[in-house]
Structure formats: structure tokens, C-alpha cells
């Protein structure tokens, strides 16, 4: 049953998009509770599948009218509560809309729905010879409207971007229901850069209903290496020197011991030695006359770094082999514990090795397990702690240990995010990278598209000024619903 | 009494008269030279109390850009942050001051082994300079748009807020992305005061070749083959005598460029002398910097007709296939012509148009940005939140606002 104080906005709703497409028994909203950080948990009034963006209007304006809050939603694959139903909000589900409107080969541009899956959008443009560079880990899953929502990155980040540098136009439906062209298809927008402003807004500034992006010739060559280290800090000094040599690898990613036995007691196993220290993959592409000199100088800074031995991939097998490491590090994580608590933060690349070994010290300290996996070449750490959400005292260590890990992050020159956002797990912790003078800017940007803050009310900025150290359910680590 | 007089004992020594320096017809004879980010954020407070109304001044390299003002009491001059604040060779980011010369930040990082990522293609200018207007050229297809070089920044707002954005880092997504809303904003919103840039590796190799006495449509089709070559670095094609020039560097790796380079004599271009890498750009641009001067954008496959339309109007052409620009220039008396064709010509390209220069008597009744109404509407709420007061560059940005 729907809260009654919600029950004439659910009508609305079932009207506009049909009953079939407006859920609101407890039972069916149980799933849209939390996104992919179940740290984090709010109930939604109803969730509602829209179609068209005629229907999104049609929504926005019937909450606004109701009073309620809403929040946009693609696969629920976020990582920082971006996606919760703060405020008895409802949540627009924009899966059905998942239309790939249109390839444009000769001019490199797909216009799409949000609801399109990231990698979706790329095997479609591969008969052409094109693909969709950012590739976050989720991609078989996550749609393109959380990828706006998020600016979301990836492993190949480092030398394609993230989001932002794909997306050249937007629709928006703003709070009050109205819907903007934004940006040009050419990329070319005199006047301000407001498709820059949207992407990584968290969905807080209205609703996209469909994405212009370029897309990428599939490079000639891909060549992959794995190098094998006595420990991280010598791959960290390994990354450090790549990047000092002016090269531009598509990824840099480093994957550390513990991660490493993890995988290979798993499903995932590639084959690694387990008494590894860390092993640094390195993914060169572009002309094929270039990757030769490139793989050899890569293979040369790696063994000057120490390298126990680097193996070049043979074949588009080996390669695969090579990322199973990587990528099946979240799922062979599982086997740790019953919950993965995946943190992310940036540092500059230089301060790899030092922040690198005392977040082992601080997931020491905690008694917890804690690994890394992470985005060397970007400074991107992912730190990730394996527990049990049912024990609340381990719980406590957990947020206990993240929190001192973004603030070692912050003194060493960095930022509490480099592509998760910063959603309702951090909202409390962006003050320690921004003073409110910052914020307050970034409140007048959302204030010009939503000044009532309906949509997806509760995210980046602090409920709590000043009160997180007192107020455990601000921090959001007791799973109290928000 | 003015305003501006009226506030002089306020502002102090930061204000500066001088003789009337004309901005699009608009006289301006005073400079308000801060000394610091409090010292701007107290400045810019004291003349929104006033109502006065202030641009924002690097190298006036580009003060010609924008609509005419509504009103101009003062410039607010970058001239004290001009520092190179840190250049961390082993990250690849510096950070200077908005008053930073662009020569003196190339010639820097370049000592350290990068390159600088701005193409002032001979205009030379400042670092805010650069920034707040974003201007494109040629080498923006190798290095990116200004808004992908900027890693963060610091800006005073136009009601005195001192404010940061980003950081030093090259991935992040703490919070909104400001600088994508400054950069390019002509100091609508606030004044960049210093930035976070993410630096360029240096080329090993670098080639330049030409084809001349191309047919519009031969040189198009030439560019657009030659920008997407992997070692682009900057790809034009301007107007001569017999036709169209086509000039292409390449950057990048030995092996990558020798490739590229060969399929472009293929096509038969053929190598020029290395001096041009640096010269063409800048001369062309030189060349182009009439009375009257519009870029329009356009799709790759439809430079072609956008081209047509503005040939129409017998203007000279300097096209930038890589980037989807096509620039023309024509004398004062052809305005109304050429704003017309400049409008057809971004419909014909399914790009949008930007009066880049022009007399003030041809921007009367205008929007040089050819904003969207839509979208002036947004800008209007913007501004409003951003600079209630109106002190930045009053009507000078897109929408008039």
C-alpha cells in the first residue's frame, strides 16, 4: 500500500504512464531502496517508468504539483547513493528509455536515450569501426543518463576522458517541467557551457532525456602488459615514470596483493602468482607502427622500476587474461565477505606510494580487509573494504576507516572522488575540499535550474554543517533510512 | 559626479585614470588594478553597490569580443596575478595566475618538458584571457578546447565571493564542474583569478605539410581526411589566390607521423618548411582579423555546404575541418549580408554561429553569440544568481546578458 499522503500523486502518476509502468506497493519499491552502495538505504513514495519525454514532463510537473521530490534513476549501479529516494522521493526509472536514436558514422555522433546501457552503445557502433570510450566497470550495465549524472570514467580514462569529454549535447527536463536543447552537435556552444555544467551533476539539475555523444575510432593496435612487482610502491614508481616520459597509455592499472589471491582463489583466476606484490597493467593503443617502441620503452621503465618480470599479451586471449585481473576483482571480492564497501578518491600521482601504504595501515588499524584496485595513472584510488552490514560495529570501523582515508586523500593534495560522486556517502566530506564559499557557488548554479531543490534533493551538499562528527545517521553508516 | 568618482576614495590606489580606451563604442577611462583575490572581491563589492559596471582585463588581446557593452565604468586589470605558482613536471599540471602572459607560461613549461596546451595562435594574451574567452584555434584539435586544459580554478564572483573550483588533480568529480561554466563566460559570472591546467606531452616528432589551389570541396573533403589522422595536430585550409591552401601539422611519434605524412602525400600535399608550424596559424589568423569577422560551426560532413553559403557572400574563408569551424571575414559595409549567410551557413552545418569582431555599429540590435532563445533565458537566470548587481561585463555576453 502507498503512503496515503501519497496516494492522489500516485494516481496521477498511474496515469500518466499506466499502471504497469507506477510502482508503489512496499514490496515492489523494496529493490529502488539503495543503488549500488548499500551502505545508504530511503524508501521511495512510488517509482515510475517512463517512456517518452513527454512523460518525464508529465511527471516532474504532477510531483511538483503534489509537492514531492523526485529522483532520476538509470540501472541503480551508483556508488555513492547517488540514486536514493531522499525525502519520500519518487524515482523516474529511466530504463525503458533505452533507444539508440540514431549512429552517424561519418560525422562520429550517436544521439541516445538515457536509458541506453553503456555497452550497448558501443557494440552498436562497432560495425562501423567507432566505439563510446568511457567505460566504467559496470558498463554491461550501467545506463548512459547515470554516466551524465556521474561523468563517469574507467579504466581508459586516462587517455580518452571521462563523460564530459563525450557528450556534446543534452535534452533536459527541468524541475518545473519544462525541457531545454542544450549544446550543439558540433561542440561548438558560444554562450555558456551549460551541457559542461550538467554532466556530473548528480541528476540534481533536471532530468536528460537524450545525449548527444562523439564517438571514437577503434584504435589500429592495442597492445597490453602486465608487469609483475616485489610490492606497489615500486608499481606506483612505475606509473610515476610512464607518465614522465610523455607517454599517453589508454590505462594504467594496478591491482594489489591481496586483490590478487582474492582473484585467483576465485572464478576469476588469470594465472598470477600470488606471492606478487602488485601487478601493473599497461594498455597501449593507436598506429600499429607506434606501439612497438612504445611497448619496449613501457617494458624498460617497468623493469627500471623493479619489475619482477613483464609479460606482453600474444593474443586478443592473453589480453583478456590479463584484464580478468582487474575486472574480476569486484566480483572475486565477494567470496571475502557478504558486502564490498568500494571507496574512491584521487591523489596526485606522485603521492601514490606514501597515501598507498597508509591505507593499509589505516584498514589495519580498523581490522578490516582491505584491498586496492585502482586507476594508477589517473591517481584514481579505489580502496576496497570487505565486511559484513550486520554487524554494526564492524560497520562503524568501516566508515571509521573512510573517512580517515578521504582526509589522507585531501592533505596529500587530492579529492574525496574521481568518479563515483559524490552522492549521500559523501556529502558530509565535501566540506574538506571545499569551503562554503565554494559551495554556495554551486548552489547558485542549482538554484538557477531547480530552486526548490525537487530533484534529487539530499545529494552532494552537506545536510549536517558542521554537525557530522555528533551525528551518526548524517555520516549514514548505521543504515538508519534517510 | 559619476559613480566611478564617487567611489574613488573607496577604491584608492587600486584606481587607475587614463585616457578613453573605446569597447564597442563605449568609452572607458579608468582601471581598477587589485592586488590581491580580498583586494578584487572588495573592489568588484564596492562598485556593485554603485551599480557601476566593470570588464575584466587581461592582455585586451580580445576586448572586441562580445555583444556592445551596456555600460563600462571601469576595467578591472589582472595585472597582479601573474605568477607561475608551481609547475610539477613529475604530474604534469602547473598552476599560474590569470595575469600570467601565455608566452612566459609556454616558454616555462616548456623548460620543463611539456607543452602548453593553448593555442593563441599569435594572438598572444593571458592565461584569464585565454580562458574566460576560450577562443578555438587551429591546434585545439591536438590539445583540446581550453575547457578540457582546466584542472580547477580560483574565481572572485562578481558580488566579491572568493571562490575555488576543481583542484590539481587530473580526474575528479567532487562536486559540480564550475570551471566548465567560467571557462568561456567572458567574466560574465566572476573573475578567474589563477587556474589548474592539465599539461600536454611533448611531441617527438612534429611535420608540416601544404596542398594548394584546392577546389572548396576538394579541400574539405582533404581536411576532414587529414583531421582524423592519429597524429592531427592541426589541420587549415584558408583562402589564396588560386584557391584554397591546405595546411596540416602533424605531432606525435616518429613512426605515427612518417605514416600520416606519407598518406597525405598520397593525397599530394607535400612537406613544408618546419618554420610554418609556428607562422601559418598565426598568420592566417592575422590575416583574417578584418572588420568584420564570423565563425560558424558545422558537422564534418556538412563543412561542405556551409562553406557554400558563406562563399555566396565572396568573403574570405580560413576553415578548420578537425574542429567543425568555419571562419570568415568581409569589410564593415557587408554586415547585414554576412550575419545573414552566417545564419544560413550554421543551419546548412547543424552548428551554431559567433561574431567574433565586428563595429560597433554592426553589433547594434544584435547577439554576436547567436544564442538560442531558449537558452538566453538560462543564462538570464544565471547571471542573475551569479551577478545580481550586473557589475561584469554588463550585456556583453551571450543573450546580452
Excluded at chain 1, 558540433?186 to 562523439?214: H, Y
Excluded at chain 2, 585565454?130 to 581550453?146: C, D, E, I, K, Q
Excluded at chain 2, 564572483?157 to 583542484?167: E, I, K, S
Aim: glycine share 10%; aromatic share 4%; with cysteine.
Amino acid at each position: 500500500m502507498a503512503p496515503p499522503e501519497h496516494t492522489a500523486l500516485i494516481a496521477a502518476l498511474a496515469a500518466i504512464v499506466g499502471a504497469e509502468r507506477c510502482l508503489a506497493r512496499r514490496e515492489e519499491l523494496f529493490v529502488y531502496e539503495c543503488d549500488g552502495l548499500t551502505l545508504h538505504t530511503a524508501d521511495p513514495s512510488a517509482v515510475v517508468f517512463p517512456e517518452t519525454r513527454a512523460e518525464v514532463q508529465a511527471i516532474v510537473r504532477a510531483c511538483r504539483q503534489h509537492g514531492v521530490p523526485f529522483v532520476p534513476r538509470g540501472a541503480g549501479t551508483g556508488l555513492s547513493g547517488g540514486a536514493l529516494a531522499n525525502d519520500g522521493a519518487v524515482v523516474i526509472e529511466c530504463s525503458r528509455m533505452n533507444r539508440i536514436r540514431a549512429i552517424d558514422p561519418p560525422n562520429r555522433l550517436a544521439v541516445v536515450e538515457p536509458g541506453v546501457v553503456n555497452a550497448d552503445l558501443s557494440a552498436a557502433a562497432r560495425p562501423h569501426g567507432l566505439f563510446y570510450a568511457p567505460d566504467p566497470s559496470s558498463q554491461l550495465a550501467c545506463t548512459l543518463g547515470g554516466n551524465v549524472a556521474e561523468n563517469s570514467g574507467g579504466p581508459h580514462t586516462l587517455k580518452y576522458g571521462t563523460t564530459t569529454d563525450h557528450v556534446v549535447a543534452l535534452e533536459l527536463v527541468l524541475p518545473d517541467g519544462s525541457c531545454f536543447e542544450l549544446g550543439s552537435p558540433t561542440g561548438f556552444t558560444p554562450g555558456f557551457d551549460f551541457v559542461g555544467a550538467v554532466v556530473g551533476s548528480e541528476g540534481t539539475l533536471g532530468i536528460v532525456t537524450a545525449i548527444v555523444v562523439r564517438l571514437e575510432p577503434i584504435p589500429e593496435a592495442v597492445e597490453t602488459l602486465l608487469a609483475i612487482f616485489p610490492d606497489v610502491v615500486s608499481a606506483c614508481r612505475a606509473v610515476g615514470a610512464v607518465i614522465e616520459a610523455a607517454l599517453v597509455p589508454a590505462a594504467l592499472e594496478i591491482v594489489d596483493q591481496r586483490t590478487i589471491r582474492a582473484v585467483e582463489d576465485s572464478v576469476y583466476a588469470a594465472g598470477l602468482p600470488r606471492d606478487a606484490g602488485a601487478i601493473l597493467i599497461v594498455e597501449l593503443d593507436g598506429p600499429a607502427v607506434a606501439l612497438p617502441a612504445q611497448v619496449e620503452r613501457v617494458r624498460e621503465l617497468c623493469a627500471g622500476a623493479g619489475a619482477d618480470r613483464v609479460e606482453i599479451a600474444r593474443d586478443e586471449a592473453e589480453r583478456q587474461r590479463f584484464w580478468r585481473a582487474r575486472k574480476g576483482a569486484f566480483g572475486a571480492m565477494g567470496r571475502l565477505a557478504p558486502d564490498l564497501y568500494v571507496h574512491d578518491a584521487v591523489v596526485p600521482r606522485r603521492a601514490l606510494p606514501e597515501v598507498l601504504a597508509k591505507v593499509c595501515e589505516i584498514g589495519d588499524r580498523h581490522r578490516l580487509t582491505l584491498s586496492n584496485v585502482f586507476h594508477a595513472g589517473d591517481g584514481n584510488l579505489h580502496p576496497n573494504i570487505s565486511f559484513d552490514r550486520r554487524d554494526p560495529e564492524m560497520l562503524a570501523r568501516v566508515m571509521a576507516a573512510g573517512e580517515e582515508i578521504l582526509r589522507l586523500c585531501v592533505a596529500a593534495g587530492g579529492v574525496i572522488t574521481g568518479e563515483h560522486g559524490v552522492g549521500t556517502e559523501k556529502r558530509e566530506f565535501i566540506s574538506l575540499v571545499f569551503s562554503d564559499a565554494d559551495l554556495e557557488a554551486m548552489q547558485r548554479l542549482r538554484a538557477t535550474f531547480d530552486p526548490d531543490r525537487s530533484c534529487n534533493p539530499g545529494k552532494i551538499f552537506p545536510t549536517t554543517r558542521f554537525c557530522a562528527e555528533s551525528n551518526p545517521k548524517a555520516r549514514g553508516y548505521d543504515r538508519v533510512p534517510l | 559626479m559619476g559613480e566611478l568618482e564617487a567611489l574613488a576614495p573607496q577604491l584608492g590606489d587600486a584606481l587607475r585614470f587614463h585616457d578613453p580606451v573605446a569597447v564597442d563604442g563605449v568609452p572607458v577611462n579608468a582601471t581598477l588594478v587589485p592586488r590581491d583575490a580580498d583586494d578584487l572581491s572588495a573592489l568588484l563589492v564596492a562598485l556593485g553597490e554603485e551599480r557601476c559596471a566593470a570588464i575584466p582585463l587581461g592582455a585586451g588581446t580580445q576586448l572586441g569580443l562580445g555583444n556592445a557593452p551596456r555600460r563600462a565604468d571601469c576595467f578591472v586589470s589582472l595585472e597582479a596575478f601573474s605568477a607561475i605558482d608551481e609547475l610539477d613536471a613529475s604530474e604534469g599540471v602547473c598552476h599560474a595566475g590569470a595575469g600570467t602572459p601565455l608566452a612566459e607560461l609556454r616558454a616555462r613549461v616548456a623548460e620543463a618538458g611539456w607543452e602548453l596546451p593553448l593555442d593563441d595562435a599569435g594572438r598572444g594574451g593571458t592565461l584569464g584571457g585565454a580562458l574566460a574567452t576560450a577562443a578555438l584555434a587551429p591546434r585545439a584539435l591536438g590539445f583540446g578546447r581550453p575547457r578540457d586544459v582546466v584542472l580547477g580554478c580560483e574565481v572572485v564572483l562578481a558580488d566579491g565571493l572568493r571562490t575555488r573550483c576543481g583542484g590539481r588533480v587530473v580526474k575528479n568529480v567532487t562536486g559540480y564542474d564550475m570551471a566548465k561554466l567560467y571557462v568561456g563566460s567572458l567574466g560574465a559570472l566572476g573573475v578567474i583569478t589563477g587556474a589548474w591546467l592539465r599539461l600536454a606531452p611533448k611531441s617527438a616528432a612534429v611535420r608540416v605539410l601544404q596542398g594548394d589551389e584546392l577546389s572548396d570541396a576538394d579541400a574539405v573533403e582533404l581536411g576532414v581526411f587529414a583531421a582524423r589522422l592519429a597524429t592531427a595536430h592541426s589541420c587549415l585550409l584558408c583562402d589564396e589566390t588560386r584557391g584554397l591552401r591546405a595546411t596540416v601539422e602533424l605531432a606525435g611519434d616518429e613512426a605515427s607521423v612518417e605514416q600520416d605524412a606519407r598518406q597525405l602525400e598520397e593525397r599530394g600535399l607535400h612537406g613544408a618548411n618546419s618554420a610554418l608550424r609556428d607562422a601559418a596559424a598565426a598568420r592566417r589568423f592575422a590575416a583574417l582579423r578584418g572588420a568584420l569577422r564570423v565563425v560558424v560551426s558545422a558537422l564534418p560532413m556538412r563543412i561542405a555546404p556551409c562553406v557554400m553559403e558563406l562563399r555566396g557572400q565572396g568573403v574570405e574563408l580560413l576553415v578548420l575541418p578537425g574542429l567543425g569551424l568555419v571562419c570568415a571575414r568581409a569589410s564593415a559595409e557587408d554586415a547585414d549580408a554576412l550575419f545573414d549567410a552566417a545564419a544560413r551557413a550554421a543551419r546548412a552545418g547543424g552548428g551554431r554561429m559567433l561574431c567574433e569582431r565586428a563595429p560597433h555599429e554592426a553589433k547594434h540590435g544584435r547577439d554576436v553569440f547567436g544564442a538560442p532563445p531558449a537558452e538566453v533565458a538560462l543564462s538570464r537566470a544565471l547571471k542573475a544568481r551569479f551577478d545580481p548587481n550586473d557589475v561584469l561585463n554588463r550585456g556583453r555576453f551571450a543573450g546580452g546578458v
